[in-house]
């Protein structure tokens, strides 16, 4: 019976403290509001009318897209092709 009135007492020595920090943290979670960043809303629709924009683009590989030349203005001064 001793061990056990022992061991409620510690046990309710480790608890209170972490039911004290448990209140805190639901103190301070009741005042947060998501969705209110104004200035992040105005980037994240700036970012999708990019994007969007972007995808509209059509790219047309002319002559060999394998010859390096093409690309590349290589040293022996030949430049591009």
Known sequence: VGFT???L???SFKLFPMNKKYN???VRS???QFGT???LEDIISYLE???ELRSEFQFVTENT???LTNVLALADGSGRR
């Open 37 to 39: 960043d104004k200035e």
């Open 9 to 11: 007492v510690a046990t």
């Open 49 to 51: 009318g990019r994007l």
């Open 5 to 7: 009135i022992v061991s």
């Open 65 to 67: 897209p394998m010859m």
């Open 24 to 26: 805190r943290v639901k």
């Open 30 to 32: 009741s005042n947060l």
